[in-house]
Every structure is written in structure tokens, then in C-alpha cells.
């Protein structure tokens, strides 16, 4: 009898229980399956699995460094051009693999350009071009020393960039400065700070920036730009994995890669302009593209642009301001800016004429039409070259002087910044004050 109540409870019990336990078990399982499914979706778990965040990346098993990955089907049969800096005499087949919406396609060979600049240093700036396979929605992509999937799970994918894409097209603009390779403790503070509002007056949209480290208050200047938009920075810890030179000359200077990889950091900016901007300025720090006969860049681009549509390279001659003399008068030294550290461009009016055996130039171009630059010339572009006549356009540049034998008297009056001085002092007064380095008497 005891045992038969005994069975009927247990029977009870197994009545109640095993609905429970099935749905539990139902539930777990639909779950577990849930995450599969979502894990084998998810581009971040299956591929890539570890992604760089850095705009610089090594490359394992070799001794290159990966860049940036951008959209490009200019070349025939090629979907993507991949900006390296890489061992020059450690060049050997590479192999992409791609991210395709969360599957890794299979690896296709590549072909890889070598930049012809490089000024003799060991290592020089490649472009690795790719295909993407059919139907594949290519978002990060790697590169591989042998067509295998085995060494995948250690490589770090890097994003591709400018897909087209059916959302909202990003604001186009009309003129990107790129200026490379900010490094040592360059604090040049009140000229930068001149060079940014001049060009903002010019029309400039943005002005992108390599930094790998700067003196403190043009640290605190940079930020400030950054934060208003008009500064793009880009982090540049070259100096993690090489030994850059601060020089151009790998003879005279020595080190792994020319002058902090600026060749690499030009190409990039122009890569990173493509798809945003109508022109982009190449120069450096201290430089101010200045048009003469026009009171902006965008009416001085669309004349010669219109005389010249198939021009991809226009070349600005560099003209430079020896900074040693002075303005007699000193109208233009503002008790406001002395102690700000610097030099201040609207002190130095006298220009020196360009010496017939080095006459070096920068450049505008149409980022569509180039595929490599070097700093004074495009190496390999789909237009062509126009030498802009000093008349029009030509660089401001206040520095050291170049042609030291030349006395005050044999140099040129220039005083074309002053047309733009009841603009640009208080603009520059402005950035000054909100960066906290303008001290008020």
C-alpha cells in the first residue's frame, strides 16, 4: 500500500516536473543555437576577430607596417588599394583575405607597387592592391605570406574605407589641407596659429594633421582645433616601430624611414580626401598657399580649372621670407602676442626670389586623380602637370633663410598677408584666447 502512494506521488512529481524541464531545455537550446547563430554573423567574433584601431599596423611575419585600406577600382581588375610602409628589401608575395560581412573569403594574390621616392632609406611607403570576390561586402581586410587560412586568427584586419554606401553621402568639401609629420617638440605656436586662420580666410574646409608629438601649447592649440572640427588629427606613433629620420637624406640624416614617413602620410591624406574633397593642398607647416589675383582659393581653382580641365597637378612655386628681417615700422608686433611662442608672419614682408638650381614646389590636386605623391610632385596621377605662374599663386613662407649670401636690400617687398589683416588679427586672437594662450593686459 505504501509503496503503490509512493509510486503515485513520484508520478505526480514526474507529471509536474518533466513540462518544466522540457521547456527549460527547449529554452536553453533555442538559446545556445541563438548565440551560434549570432556568433557566426557577428563580424567582430568570426571575422575579423581582432581588429586595429591604430593608424599604424604591423604586419605579422614580415617587417611591414600596414596603413589605412581604401576603395579603389581606378586600376583594372583591382577593387582596393592597401597604404603600407614596408621593408624595401624584404618584399615577397602577399595575399589578401577579406572580411566579408562577417565571413573571411578565400585569399586572392596581390599586386604590390613600390613608391620610386624614397630617398635611399631602408624602408619606403608600397601600395598593395586587391581584389574583392563576387558578392562579397568587403568591410576589413588583411594581408597574408601564404594563400592559407591558417594564420588568419593572428593578423589584425583593418577597415576598409570609402565605400560607397546608399546612406547619406558625407558633406563634400571644397579644399582639405594635408600637412604630414608633426614630430619632436615643434612649438611654433603663433605662425601655425596665423597659417590656420589665413587659410580659413582662403576658404579651407579642413586641414589634416599627422602628429607624432609637439611641444605643449601647440598640443593645447591643436585640441582646440580638433574640437571645433576644423583640425583633423590623425595619431602618428612612428617612432613605436621605427627609427624615422628627422631628415630627408638617408646619407647625411641616417634612420629607417624618410622624415617621420611624411611620403606615406601625404599619400594617406590624399586617400583619406578622395571621396570628401574637391582639391587638396599639399605643404608644410609653415606654408600658405596664397593666390594674388584672387581673394580665395575656390575663385583661383575655378579659373585655372576651367582653362585647364584636364589638369590633376597644379604647382605652386615656394617663395620664403627669410625670418631675420623685419618690417621697419613693427606695426604688426602686438604686445598681446609676444608671449606666445612663435614666429609672428606679419612681421616679414621681404621675399627672396627661388634660387634657379633648387626651385622647390607644393602642390594642389585633384584627389580623384591621383594614385602617388611624392612631397614635390605626384610620382603617378590620371591628369595632367600645370605650373601655376607665381603671378597667381604662389607660397608663403616664413622661415630661415634659404639664400643666406643675400643682403636686405636684394630681396622682394611682398606685404600681400596685410590685405588680410583686419580679418585675420582678430581671428587669430580668438583661437589664441579660447586655447588659453592669449595673455590679456
Known sequence: MKKNTYLKKITVLLFIITPIIIIMGYSWTNSTVGELIRERHNPSVICPRMISQQSITPLKH??????????????????????????????????????????????????????????????????????????????????????????????????????????????????TVCISTLFGTYNNVLQFAQTLEMYRLLGVNRVVIYNTSCGLELNRLLKSYSQEGFVEMVPWPIDRYLNPSRGWNFKEHGGDLHYFGQLTTLNECIYRSMERSRYVLLNDIDEIIMPYQHDNLNSMMDMLQSQHPNVAEFLIENHIFPKKYFEPSRKFHLHRWSNVPGINILEHIYREDPNSTYHPYKMIVQPRLVEQTSVHQLLRNLGEQFYVPMQICRIIHVRVALLKSLQWEELNEDKRLWDFQEKLIPNVDQVLRRAGLLTED
Open 62 to 175: 614580415t617587417k611591414h607596417l600596414l596603413v589605412s585600406a581604401y576603395m579603389d577600382q581606378r586600376s583594372g581588375g583591382f577593387d582596393l588599394r592597401i597604404i603600407g610602409i614596408f621593408k624595401r628589401d624584404s618584399v615577397d608575395a602577399l595575399y589578401c583575405s577579406l572580411c566579408c560581412a562577417g565571413l573571411v573569403s578565400e585569399t586572392t594574390p596581390s599586386i604590390i607597387l613600390p613608391h620610386s621616392d624614397h630617398f635611399g632609406f631602408p624602408y619606403g611607403t608600397m601600395d598593395v592592391l586587391c581584389q574583392i570576390p563576387d558578392n562579397c561586402d568587403a568591410t576589413h581586410v588583411t594581408l597574408l605570406t601564404a594563400p592559407s587560412t591558417a594564420t588568419r586568427s593572428e593578423q589584425l584586419w583593418i577597415p576598409i574605407k570609402n565605400k560607397k554606401t546608399s546612406n547619406k553621402e558625407e558633406n563634400k568639401l571644397d579644399l
